[in-house]
C-alpha cells in the first residue's frame, strides 16, 4: 500500500511545537488574561516590526481584516470595489457584506491581477482596489500603485495567504492603505483556530478598528461607536508568538521544497510551473501548477496516495452565492480566469516534507505524461 503524502501536515506541527506551546499557555493560564491581554499586544507589536510599518491590529480573521478595512476607507452601499474573480470567496463577501458591489479584472497567467484590466473597470461608482497576493506571489504593486494614484483610488491588499512576500524587497501589505492577512491553521503563520489582522500606517484607521473588534469599547464602561466581535484571542496570539520566530525558517523551507519541484519538472512540456520574477519574492503558501489533462493527473496521482487541491475550483462569479444576488456578469470577459481554472492544481509545498517525497511527487507526474 502507497504511502500517503498529505498536502498539509498540522499534526507534525503540533507534535514538534507542543512543549513551547503548552509551556506558553501555562503561564498565559496562570495570568488569566484571554482575551486582548500582553500576548496580543506583543503579536501586534512584533507584526508591526517585521513587516515595517506603523501599525498592526490583531483581529478574528482575515476576512474582518478586510471588511473593517474596506468600510474605513469609505466603501458604501452601492459603490464599486475592483478586485480578481479566482480569489477565495472571503475577499468578495468582505465587499458584499457592505453592500458594494465585486468588480471582476480579469488575471494574468500568473494568476494574480492584471493591472491592465483594473484600469478598464474603472467608473464613477469605483471606490477602491484590492488586488490579492494569491498563493504567496505578490501582485503588479508597481503598476497598481500608479494606478492608484492616476485615479486617487485607495488601495486595500489581501495579502491573507502572502505574510512574509516581498515585491521589490518591499513587504506586500504594506504598499497601499491598508494591508489584510489571514493567520488560519493552513497559512504560513498559522494559529491553531481562526485568526488575522490588519496592518496600516495610518494611526486614525488603526484606532478605529480596536473599537470595530471589541463592540466600540473605549474603555472598560464607556462605547462610543456600535462594533463587533472580532478580537484575536490572547490563546491564538500566544500560539503565533511562538511561530512568528519560526517563519523565516518555514519560508526558507517552501522556497527550498520549490526549487526541488522546478529542478524536476522544469523541462516537462505538459505543465507550467508557478511564475518567478528577480523582482518578486515568493513564499508558496501553495505550489500552483498548470496541467494539461489536470483532472486525470490529480486522479492519478489520489491514486498514488499523494493529496492535491485546486485553489479553487470555481471563480466567485460561478459560486451560488454570487449568482443569487447578481445577474450583470458576462463570463466571457475573463478568458485567462476561465481557461486557467482549468489547468491549475496545487501540490504539496508543506515545511515538513521530504525530499524523497517530493522526487516521488515527481516521478509520478512524469509517469503520467509518458503513459
Known amino acids: 500500500m502507497n ?103 480579469d488575471v494574468r497567467v500568473d494568476q494574480n491581477i492584471d493591472p491592465n484590466e483594473i484600469e478598464k473597470k474603472i467608473t464613477k461608482k469605483t471606490k477602491a482596489i484590492m488586488p490579492v497576493h494569491l498563493s504567496g506571489l505578490p501582485c503588479d504593486m508597481e503598476k497598481i500603485m500608479k494606478i492608484s494614484k492616476k485615479y486617487n483610488l485607495p488601495v486595500i491588499e489581501d495579502a491573507a495567504q502572502a505574510v512574509g512576500t516581498k515585491y521589490r524587497e518591499k513587504f506586500v501589505g504594506t504598499f497601499g492603505e491598508i494591508g489584510c492577512f489571514s493567520a488560519h491553521p493552513l497559512k504560513n503563520l498559522n494559529a491553531m483556530g481562526d485568526a488575522g489582522y490588519l496592518v496600516t500606517n495610518n494611526k486614525k484607521i488603526a484606532e478605529k478598528v480596536r473599537l470595530l473588534r471589541n463592540h466600540g469599547i473605549k474603555e472598560r464602561d464607556k462605547v462610543i461607536s456600535f462594533g463587533f466581535v472580532s478580537r484575536m484571542d490572547n490563546v491564538q ?88 444576488r447578481f445577474t450583470n456578469i458576462n463570463y466571457k470577459k475573463f478568458p485567462v480566469s476561465r481557461e486557467l481554472n482549468k489547468k491549475i492544481l496545487t501540490l504539496p509545498i508543506n515545511q515538513y516534507m521530504t525530499v524523497k517525497e517530493i522526487k516521488k511527487i515527481c516521478i509520478e507526474i512524469k509517469n503520467f505524461y509518458k503513459d
Open 3 to 105: 504511502k500517503t503524502i498529505p498536502y498539509v501536515n498540522l499534526v507534525k506541527q503540533a507534535k514538534q511545537e507542543k512543549k513551547e506551546i503548552f509551556d506558553s499557555l501555562n503561564k498565559l493560564f496562570r495570568d488569566g488574561q484571554f482575551i486582548l491581554g500582553n500576548e496580543t499586544k506583543k503579536f501586534e507589536n512584533s507584526i508591526s516590526n517585521y513587516l515595517k510599518v506603523k501599525e498592526c491590529v490583531a483581529l478574528n480573521s482575515g476576512t474582518d481584516a478586510l471588511t473593517f478595512g474596506l468600510s474605513l476607507i469609505g466603501v458604501r452601499k452601492g459603490d464599486e470595489v475592483i478586485t480578481p474573480p479566482n480569489s477565495f470567496i472571503g475577499s468578495s463577501a468582505a465587499i458584499v457584506h457592505l453592500g458594494a458591489i465585486p468588480i471582476f479584472a
Open 237 to 324: 496570539a500566544a500560539i503565533l508568538n511562538i511561530r512568528l520566530k519560526k517563519l523565516k525558517g518555514v519560508i526558507n523551507k517552501r522556497r527550498a521544497n520549490a526549487r526541488l519541484y522546478f529542478r524536476e519538472l522544469g523541462k516537462l512540456k505538459n505543465i507550467k510551473l508557478p511564475y518567478e520574477n528577480k523582482n518578486y519574492f515568493h513564499t508558496y503558501h501553495t505550489f500552483v501548477i498548470q496541467a494539461e489533462n489536470r483532472n486525470e493527473l490529480k486522479k492519478h496521482l489520489g491514486q498514488k496516495g499523494i493529496s492535491t487541491k485546486i485553489h479553487y475550483p470555481y471563480l466567485i462569479f460561478e459560486q451560488e452565492a454570487y449568482k443569487k
